[in-house]
C-alpha cells in the first residue's frame, strides 16, 4: 500500500479511539498456547476468566455444528474436545463477534450490522468447506480469513459514522456496491481501510492480504489460494443472499480464483449444501441484542 494512501486512512479515522481493542485474553491465551508446557486444564482456566467466552466456548461445543453425542460440561473436556488451535479460532471469532457487537448501535438507523455479521460467518464457512475440499493444510486460518475480511466496514461504522449515511445513501440511489460507493464518498475503501487495521492489530499477513484484496485476488503477490478462496467464499454467500455485505449486487468470481482452486461443479454445490446446514447451526451461537 502507498505510504499517502497509508497516512489519508489513519487521517480519515479520526475517531480511531472508537474502535476496541483487541481483548487482552487473546494476547494472553496465543501466549499459553505458544507454551509447549501448557496444558487443557492452563487453557481452561485462562479462559474461566471470562464468563462470556466460557459460556459461547460451552454453547458451541455441545451445538449442532460439532454435533458431539454427550454433553459436555466443562471448559477442560471442551478443550480437550476441540484441540488448541480450534479453541484459539472460537476465542477469536467470540472477539471478532464483540467487535461487529459494538458497531450496532452507530448504524442501526442506516443498515442492520446483524446482517453483516450473518455474511461474514458464511464467508468463513465456504472458505473453511473449500479449504477442507482441497486438503488446505490449516482450514481453521480460512475461517477467521472469511470472518474478517469486511472488517474495514465495521472500522467505518465505528470511526466515520457521520460519512456513512452517505455511503450507504450512494449504494442504493445509484444500485452500486459498497467499494465503488466508499470510493466516490470516502476516497478510500474498507479493503484498504481493513488492511491497515489488521497491521496496527497485528494480524497474521495472511489476513493482512485476504482483507486488502478479497475483492481483487489476482493483485495479490502473496497468499494467492488463500485469497483466491476467501474471494470466492464472498462470492458463494452472495449468491445464496446469506446476510449482507451493505448492497445487493452479486459479485461475479474472478476467473482467476476458480482457476488457482481448481473446483468443479459437483464439488461447488456440494460445497453450497453442506455450508448452508452448518451456517443455520453456528449463528445461534452469536446472536446480538
Known amino acids: 500500500m502507498e505510504k499517502n494512501v497509508h497516512l489519508k486512512i489513519i487521517s480519515e479515522l479520526g475517531n480511531i ?18 507454551d509447549p508446557n501448557s496444558s487443557a486444564r492452563d487453557v481452561a482456566k485462562l479462559l474461566g476468566e471470562d464468563q462470556v467466552i466460557t459460556t459461547r466456548i460451552l454453547k458451541l461445543v455441545n451445538s449442532a455444528f460439532y454435533g458431539y453425542a454427550r454433553q459436555v460440561k466443562t471448559l477442560t473436556q471442551a478443550v480437550v474436545i476441540l484441540g488448541f488451535r480450534e479453541v484459539k479460532n472460537i476465542v477469536l471469532t467470540s472477539q471478532i463477534f464483540d467487535l461487529f457487537k459494538s458497531s450496532h448501535k452507530n448504524i442501526r438507523d442506516l ?3 446483524n446482517q453483516l455479521w450473518t455474511h461474514s460467518v458464511g464467508c468463513a464457512v465456504i472458505a473453511k468447506n473449500i479449504g477442507e475440499r482441497i486438503r488446505y493444510l ?3 486460518a480460512l475461517f477467521i480469513a472469511g470472518l474478517i475480511h469486511d472488517i474495514g466496514k465495521v472500522v467505518e461504522i465505528n ?9 450507504f445513501r450512494t449504494v442504493q440511489e445509484e444500485n452500486i456496491s459498497m467499494i465503488e460507493a466508499e470510493k ?8 484498504e481501510i481493513g488492511k491497515v487495521m489488521a497491521e496496527m492489530w497485528d494480524f497474521p499477513q495472511l489476513i493482512e492480504y485476504v482483507v486488502a484484496y478479497h475483492h481483487k485476488p489476482s493483485l495479490s503477490r502473496k497468499f494467492e489460494q488463500e485469497v483466491a478462496i476467501v474471494h470466492v467464499a464472498n462470492c458463494m454467500v452472495r449468491m445464496l443472499e446469506i446476510g449482507s455485505g451493505g448492497d445487493s449486487l452479486i459479485p461475479q468470481i474472478d476467473p482467476f480464483s476458480w482457476e488457482r ?4 461443479q459437483d464439488t461447488h454445490e456440494e460445497i453450497l449444501t453442506h455450508s448452508l446446514e452448518a451456517i443455520s447451526e453456528l449463528l445461534p451461537v452469536f446472536q446480538m441484542s
Open 138 to 140: 490449516e482450514p481453521e
Open 184 to 191: 466516490k464518498v470516502l476516497e478510500v475503501t474498507h479493503c
Open 261 to 264: 482452486i481448481g473446483l468443479d
Open 111 to 113: 443498515f442492520d450490522i
Open 17 to 34: 479511539d472508537a474502535l476496541p481493542t483487541i481483548p487482552q485474553v487473546v494476547l494472553r491465551l496465543n501466549g499459553v498456547l505458544a
Open 159 to 167: 470511526c466515520i459514522p457521520d460519512k456513512m449515511p452517505d455511503v
